[in-house]
């Protein structure tokens, strides 16, 4: 594409005309394609996802995929309008400027950006969910191309880089419609194991926000040094909105006091120390201490 000058800038000044000219074409041109990618394509896309039922969590990084697309087909059209070369030329050059550049300079961008790309395509959490990775855990605030931000339960924010969340195991308790949880009660040696299993699946049935179906089941799992070991297993419906924490433990705590009350122990580790001490080289025996 040749570009003349314009003919006010040669009268004014004749030696720079043609750059000037040149400068012209290229803002006029980038700012046409950036405002009419920011204010009807952006908003066009915005709807598409809307349509297509997009989670918020992919929403983000998708419309900043967008913007950035926007801003290098602006600058291409601006250097191919301008005269600087054709558009699939300046294009080109702008990309691969660019790729070398943040190739050298941004690798951990990069693994970071690609990692980012892996989370919204498997979609292992979203923005709500309590995750669990390298000994953290909290809930996601927002998922970033870069970084994912997660609020811990002590309201602490960690700015995680997305490539370590993607190289690692990642545990999402709320990620399915329901949640087992499960807790271990001990009981005496002495006390009926069969009431309080009974106990125990009865207050699981009588807690409003544990699941009758599947149902609550107990299961003598330990027979430890001080205790018997029934453990209880159950369900929680719709764990990314219920405090499930909070229902266990009214869950635990109703089987304790029904334990009380039926005179069921729930004893704790005790030790017996036997012996004897020896005192100015004699030996002493426990009944000479009494």
């Given at each position: 594409?040749?570009?003349?000058?314009?003919?006010?800038?040669?009268?004014?000044?004749?030696?720079?005309?043609?750059?000037?000219?040149?400068?012209?074409?290229?803002?006029?041109?980038?700012?046409?394609?950036?405002?009419?990618?920011?204010?009807?394509?952006?908003?066009?896309?915005?709807?598409?996802?809307?349509?297509?039922?997009?989670?918020?969590?992919?929403?983000?990084?998708?419309?900043?995929?967008?913007?950035?697309?926007?801003?290098?087909?602006?600058?291409?059209?601006?250097?191919?309008?301008?005269?600087?070369?054709?558009?699939?030329?300046?294009?080109?050059?702008?990309?691969?400027?660019?790729t070398l550049a943040i190739g050298f300079a941004?690798?951990?961008?990069?693994?970071?950006?690609?990692?980012?790309?892996?989370?919204?395509?498997?979609?292992?959490?979203?923005?709500?969910?309590?995750?669990?990775?390298?000994?953290?855990?909290?809930?996601?605030?927002?998922?970033?191309?870069?970084?994912?931000?997660?609020?811990?339960?002590?309201?602490?924010?960690?700015?995680?880089?997305?490539?370590?969340?993607?190289?690692?195991?990642?545990?999402?308790?709320?990620?399915?419609?329901?949640?087992?949880?499960?807790?271990?009660?001990?009981?005496?040696?002495?006390?009926?194991?069969?009431?309080?299993?009974?106990?125990?699946?009865?207050?699981?049935?009588?807690?409003?926000?544990?699941?009758?179906?599947?149902?609550?089941?107990?299961?003598?799992?330990?027979?430890?040094?001080?205790?018997?070991?029934?453990?209880?297993?159950?369900?929680?419906?719709?764990?990314?909105?219920?405090?499930?924490?909070?229902?266990?433990?009214?869950?635990?705590?109703?089987?304790?006091?029904?334990?009380?009350?039926?005179?069921?122990?729930?004893?704790?580790?005790?030790?017996?120390?036997?012996?004897?001490?020896?005192?100015?080289?004699?030996?002493?025996?426990?009944?000479?201490?009494?």
């Amino acid at each position: 594409m040749m570009v003349e000058p314009l003919p006010f800038f040669e009268d004014i000044v004749p030696q720079y005309a043609l750059a000037i000219t040149q400068l012209l074409y290229f803002v006029v041109a980038f700012l046409g394609v950036y405002l009419l990618g920011r204010f009807i394509v952006r908003p066009l896309f915005s709807r598409l996802l809307d349509r297509r039922d997009i989670g918020r969590h992919a929403r983000q990084p998708l419309r900043r995929v967008v913007s950035v697309a926007i801003l290098i087909v602006a600058v291409g059209v601006a250097f191919g309008f301008a005269g600087y070369g054709n558009f699939l030329t300046a294009l080109a050059t702008v990309a691969a400027a660019a790729t070398l550049a943040i190739g050298f300079a941004m690798q951990d961008v990069i693994a970071n950006f690609v990692a980012g790309v892996f989370i919204y395509t498997d979609e292992p959490f979203r923005i709500g969910d309590w995750i669990e990775w390298n000994g953290n855990e909290g809930i996601v605030e927002d998922i970033d191309l870069r970084v994912t931000r997660v609020r811990t339960f002590d309201n602490e924010l960690l700015t995680v880089p997305n490539s370590v969340l993607t190289s690692g195991v990642i545990k999402n308790p709320v990620a399915k419609d329901k949640l087992r949880l499960q807790f271990l009660f001990g009981i005496g040696y002495d006390d009926d194991v069969d009431e309080a299993t009974e106990i125990i699946i009865g207050e699981a049935e009588n807690h409003d926000d544990i699941m009758d179906d599947p149902g609550v089941s107990v299961r003598l799992t330990e027979l430890a040094d001080s205790y018997v070991g029934l453990k209880s297993r159950f369900w929680i419906a719709n764990p990314s909105r219920a405090d499930f924490v909070k229902t266990r433990g009214e869950y635990v705590q109703a089987v304790k006091e029904r334990f009380d009350d039926a005179g069921i122990d729930m004893p704790y580790p005790t030790r017996t120390l036997e012996g004897g001490v020896t005192i100015e080289g004699k030996d002493v025996d426990e009944a000479s201490l009494e």
